[in-house]
């Protein structure tokens, strides 16, 4: 992207790391013994929710009582145990190798920030963006606009001088209510 963009604002999972099947692997594997099932469908179409609330949502719509924190930290635990497997998406990153310097960047993810930062040093992209934002920065999560909002805010940019680049439809969606132009990188691949 060339100016009249200010900023750019990336997601992280499945934008700037190929992490989306990992995911889906370690929450198989946190939530079939609880007896809860995480339709791989449904996985996608809540791509973007914090991990928390999607526990909460399965156990409530399928009527098993879980421990939502036990259950999360278990989720978690499995996937940072096969973290340091996961890849770059290319075309994406190479946006950000391009502009880093140039533009101030973000990472507006609804992961938690332990999460966020150990998947960026896998990358090597620890140092390339100004701010990140993570789940626990924010009260509302996506599609709700305010994490990418927060991100611009502590860029010093207006959002509507920022790019947002997303893999998902709630992303996408919380990148345009920001006010922001919206790259959905899924068309990028």
Known sequence: MKPPFQAL????????AD??????????????????????ELFYAW???????IIHRLSEEQGIAVDVETAAHEKERHYLEEL??????EPVVAIVREHAGILPMAVASGS??????KTLRVLGLSDS????????????????PDIFLEAARR???????????EDGDLGLEAIRAAGMAAVDIRLLR
């Open 9 to 16: 604002i990336f997601d992280c999972d499945g934008t700037l």
């Open 19 to 40: 992490t989306m099947p990992l995911h889906y692997q370690t929450w198989c594997k946190a939530l079939n013994p609880l007896g809860i099932l995480f339709p791989e």
């Open 47 to 53: 791509a973007g929710i914090p991990t928390r609330d």
């Open 84 to 89: 340091p497997s996961v890849r770059p998406i």
């Open 112 to 117: 938690l920030r332990p999460t966020v930062m």
């Open 129 to 144: 963006f100004a701010a990140i934002v993570t789940a626990e920065d924010v009260r509302r999560q996506k599609p709700a």
């Open 155 to 165: 860029l010093g940019i207006p959002p509507d001088s920022c790019c947002g680049y």
